[in-house]
């Protein structure tokens, strides 16, 4: 119990940190900003799924590169969810998707959407799924970062619109968003 409370705290704290201080007019804008995370997915009780994401901070918003595998052919929901909590064996102590501006769910290219919906990933016949791109809705740095958040791949196709998770089903694979690189100035 004791491990998985430290866990929460310390992914909680450094989320804090880095968003607190991604303000340049904050008074520890010297503190480096994200430009890389990473999630290692492993499977939820059941499931054999497991692969990696990246979040890339670029010019346009946040690379999004997935590489994902033991998936059942077709489109699954693949949210950023809101908390990094991963000690549930289905999933669900990561709660709802991430949506720091109260908004309805949606696909990634709606208007009105959580942050968290990045919309599908497709598998191919063996399982394989990858998934490279460009999210103006993400963020690595400041008050909406997602960093100590968490990814969530589900069982089922993500309709886009069906309130509040787009009817994805259960939760296959679970993983904690942390960061792998930052700036050098």
Known sequence: MYKHYSRVLGMTLVSLLFGACAQKSSPCAAYPQVEKA???LSPTRGNNVFGTVTFTQVDD???VEADIHGLEPGNHGF???HLGDIDSSDGTATKGHFNPHSMDHG???SEVRHAGDLGNITADSS???RYHRIDKWLSLNGPASI???SVIVHAANDDLHSQPTGAAGARVA???IGVSGIAND
Do not use: C, E, K, N
């Open 147 to 149: 960093v100590g958040r």
């Open 127 to 129: 399982g394989y799924a």
């Open 38 to 40: 990473t999630t290692v």
């Open 79 to 81: 949210h950023v969810h």
């Open 107 to 109: 696909g990634p290219f």
């Open 61 to 63: 918003g946040v690379l």
């Open 174 to 176: 679970q993983g904690v």
